[in-house]
């Protein structure tokens, strides 16, 4: 795992090395291996280190004297062989780190360069002789990349706190737009971080800057629907193929892997295609399953955790999730109103197990239930006049309301994809303000919602539109970053195999003919990948809610945040209404579980907010 910084000047006389050296210092933790740097005479970068493998030992910020170009960056390579074998890359220096691999891209194919890399990347590099930054982010956003447009020039980073390092945030600088969109839950702009001089570079985009200015660019774009489509068995075939190529790259390390494994279809996979990896492979360092589990509650998924650890060869450890959440407040974290532990921040004990094993890796199966989704494939049936065939499968194994809102959605299928997104999107209603909201978030709710981003694209399907506006949309941004910056904080680096950018461009491939669902929305990736499952796995329909366990995490965690909504200053004033925040906290404390799911959900996060301004302003 890597953090990296790089500052660049329009002008001279700017000290970017200690600029550099400020930024990487910003990070709240001590990079284990090390820091090296480089500098030109306009720019500087440094890259802080947690060695993986052995090839990490030798990354390091680059200065290219002949070519002119700085390079940096925190980067994660998955077809190193393809991408060496493009480059001619001889075989005496193909050992080499993946950010060296990614500089040689750089150098060949410059601006086209993210579009050649399979992996989770962010980088920057600064051209002295054009005066221009080129920093690219990976297809999904499995590596964070921020950036602040400064006076005399501009600073990249991988945390927001880097940025703190060089001006501490003040009250004004807040962005009331992106503390709504995390107070309501809506999706908002991903470029938008809780501070208004802070951007975030969006997933599968590239950021070009110079002394006019920055401009975005999104370089990930739909792929090409092929004109002779596979049979349905043999794409069920190449997904196998893809998928256990996208695990075993995902294996790369040189210490102790953890991965989760939490029951469902995609982290027990994961799983069973890693231990194939490990059985023909038996040197690899170990692999532990570690696991939450909810005993008690219609949720838990012990009996599923438990046929994949009969099947596999690994070990395992356990923790109860609401056991592991604490009584004491747990501290907040500075980069965002998140506790650092239990509600809001998730458990932490799946990084605890990591460290005490010298584990650097986590393997999770986020991601997997959006890229088997056949989103929008009944419009598809409706637009093709195969109604019988819609109407069937919106009804099969749903009851009542479901299937009508399936139907309903379906009936979109007579407008071409990217209309029917457009107009839906605007005809949705949206709900009225909750009454808690302070005036300052009153104001940004008032302003109209972000519009969805429809790409100038000759759509093919509605599938095709719904897969790709689903896996790019703010808030499966929201949740894969909340998972990195889970690991980021201890150290760990999280991968994901199912959002691995090979997979996704496979599903978007499938024709829509081929993803009818006969009773299962997911069938294709059930239909290629549950055969390698054990037989329990079968009869599997779905999963219950975890609602009753959010609820009695909270119960656990209220006490503790009680007194930042109950007493002392309200430096939320601007962002909560406090009279109603105490009702509420009273309602949850008096009545439990019998008060309103929401209460239960949005006490915690305003505990959460006050607690975080308090550190960051007082």
């Known amino acids: 795992m890597f953090v990296f910084s790089l500052s660049a000047g329009f002008e001279h006389g700017v000290s970017h090395a200690a600029r550099a050296r400020t930024l990487l210092d910003g990070f709240p933790l001590t990079p ?5 740097e480089a500098a030109c005479p306009r720019a500087a970068a440094g890259v802080g280190r947690w060695v993986v493998s052995r090839r990490d030992a030798h990354v390091e910020p680059t200065w290219d004297a002949d070519a002119r170009v700085l390079f940096a960056g925190d980067v994660r390579l998955y077809n190193r062989p393809e991408v060496a074998t493009e480059l001619g890359v001889p075989a005496a220096e193909r050992d080499c ?8 891209a750089f150098l060949r194919w410059r601006q086209d360069t993210p579009g050649h890399l399979v992996g989770d990347f962010a980088f920057a590099a600064w051209d002295e002789g054009t005066g221009t930054l080129f920093a690219a982010r990976d297809q999904i956003g499995m590596r964070p990349l921020y950036f602040q447009v400064l006076p005399d020039g501009i600073v990249v980073a991988s945390d927001v706190r880097q940025m703190h390092a060089l001006r501490g945030p003040t009250f004004a600088d807040l962005d009331p737009r992106r503390l709504l969109d995390w107070c309501a839950g809506l999706g908002g702009d991903v470029r938008r971080t809780y501070f208004r001089n802070i951007h975030r570079l969006r997933p599968g985009h590239v950021l070009i800057g110079d002394a006019r200015g920055v401009d975005e660019r999104r370089y990930w774009l739909p792929p090409p629907v092929p004109a002779s489509p596979r049979s349905y068995d043999e794409n069920c075939a190449r997904l196998r193929e893809i998928f256990a190529r996208c695990v075993r790259d995902r294996l790369d390390s040189d210490r102790p892997i953890v991965a989760h494994s939490s029951g469902g279809f995609d982290s027990s996979t994961i799983l069973v295609a890693a231990d194939r990896v490990y059985r023909h492979e038996p040197g690899r360092p170990p692999l532990l399953m570690v696991s939450g589990i909810t005993p008690g509650f219609a949720c838990d998924e012990s009996g599923y955790m438990d046929a994949v650890a009969a099947a596999v060869t690994f070990q395992g450890r356990r923790w109860n999730i609401v056991d592991e959440t604490p ?24 990084l605890e197990i990591a460290h005490e094993i010298g584990a650097r890796v986590l393997l999770t199966g986020i991601g997997g239930d959006d890229v088997w989704f056949a989103h929008g494939v009944l419009r598809d049936f409706v637009r093709h006049g195969r109604l019988i065939t819609a109407v069937g499968d919106a009804f099969r194994g749903s009851q009542g309301l479901g299937g009508v809102r399936r139907l309903l959605d379906a009936g979109w299928g007579l407008l071409p994809p990217a209309t029917a997104a457009r107009l839906a999107g605007r005809l949705s209603p949206r709900p009225a303000p909750p009454e808690w909201l302070g005036p300052a978030l009153r104001a940004a709710y008032a302003v109209a919602d972000d519009p969805p981003e429809i790409l100038d694209v000759d759509w093919p399907s509605h599938l095709y539109h719904s897969l790709w506006a689903q896996l790019t949309h703010p808030q499966a941004s929201a949740v894969i ?13 999280v991968r994901a195999p199912c959002l691995d950018v090979r997979l996704i461009d496979h599903m978007l491939s499938i024709p829509w003919q081929q993803r009818q669902p006969r009773g299962h929305f997911r069938r294709t990736g059930r239909d290629a990948l549950g055969p390698m499952l054990p037989p329990v796995f079968r009869g599997r329909s779905g999963q219950q ?14 006490p503790a945040l009680a007194p930042f909504i109950d007493s002392g200053p309200w430096l939320s004033a601007p962002f909560i209404d406090r009279g109603i925040a105490r009702a509420m906290l009273r309602d949850l404390l008096a009545n ?5 799911p929401e209460t239960c959900l949005i006490v915690p996060e ?13």
């Open 32 to 36: 284990a291996d090390g820091v090296r």
């Open 97 to 104: 780190s993946d950010l060296e691999l990614a500089r040689r």
């Open 327 to 350: 009584t004491t407040f747990p501290g907040v974290s500075r980069a965002g109103p998140v506790l650092r532990r239990g509600l809001a921040g998730g458990g932490r004990r799946d």
């Open 481 to 493: 970053e909340a998972m990195v910056e889970h690991g980021l904080d201890d150290a760990i680096e």
């Open 545 to 558: 809610g975890w609602g009753a366990v959010v609820e009695a995490a909270a119960l656990r965690v209220i």
């Open 592 to 596: 439990g579980t019998r008060t309103a």
């Open 606 to 618: 305003i505990g959460a907010l006050e607690a975080w301004l308090r550190d960051l302003f007082l």
